[in-house]
Structure formats: C-alpha cells, structure tokens
Nanobody, 126 residues
Framework: QVQLVESGGGLVQAGDSLRLSCQASGRSFSTYPMGWFRQAPGKEREFVAAVRWSGGSTRYADSVQGRFTISRDNAKNTVYLQMNSLKPEDTAVYYC???????????????????WGQGTQVTVSS
C-alpha cells in the first residue's frame, strides 16, 4: 500500500505562486497514474490535474489549465503541483491520490483513485 503525504500549502495573495508536493512511501508508485484534487468548504471534491506514470501525459481541469502544472519525479517518489497566477477561487484543501488502474490511463474522477493523502490547505486572499 502506498502512503501519501502532501506539503507546500499556505496563505498567499492573488497572483502569487505555490508548489505543492506529494511524497509517496511504501509500495512503489512509479508505475501508477497520480492525481491532484481539491475540496472547498461546502463543495464536492473536484479534479485538478493528473499525470500518467511516465510523466509524459497530463490532464487538467479547465479552471486551472495554463496556470497549474503537474509533474512527477519517480526517483524521488514525489508528485508536484506548480500553481501560478492563483485566484481566490483556488482556495481549498488539496489532495494527491494514486490509482491502481491501468498505467496508461489518466483518470479524472475521484472514485477512480484508491489511496489519498491527508490534504494541504491552500488559501488565496484577494
């Protein structure tokens, strides 16, 4: 079983940048797709970005396309989410997750993911 720990969240102003990290331990995660999701108060958890095991293919939510970049370093067992031009509506708890579905997939639904981290808070002030 993979264990995931997110870090890098914080309080920033609109227009600032943050980089979130997700450190994996336990079972090897290098062959599995990884995703980032977020959940704002009173809202459902929503897809943000995902990356195939090789790092060469990615998918993004429309709301973050062009501002956020997902990447992974399998040698370090770490997935990153670079967030630029942050907006107040990006405020949420951000979660990373791993799916044991086919390594060739890039799922965008939360139910497709099997293991989740505890989340890291991102707050963007206007």
């Amino acid at each position: 079983q993979v264990q995931l720990v997110e870090s890098g969240g914080g309080l920033v102003q609109a227009g600032d940048s943050l980089r979130l990290s997700c450190q994996a331990s336990g079972r090897s995660f290098s062959t599995y797709p990884m995703g980032w999701f977020r959940q704002a108060p009173g809202k459902e958890r929503e897809f943000v970005a995902a990356v195939r095991w090789s790092g060469g293919s990615t998918r993004y939510a429309d709301s973050v396309q062009g501002r956020f970049t997902i990447s992974r370093d399998n040698a370090k067992n770490t997935v990153y989410l670079q967030m630029n031009s942050l907006k107040p509506e990006d405020t949420a708890v951000y979660y990373c997750a791993v799916t044991y579905l086919s390594p060739l997939t890039i799922p965008t639904t939360a139910r497709s993911y099997d293991v989740w981290g505890q989340g890291t808070q991102v707050t963007v002030s206007s």
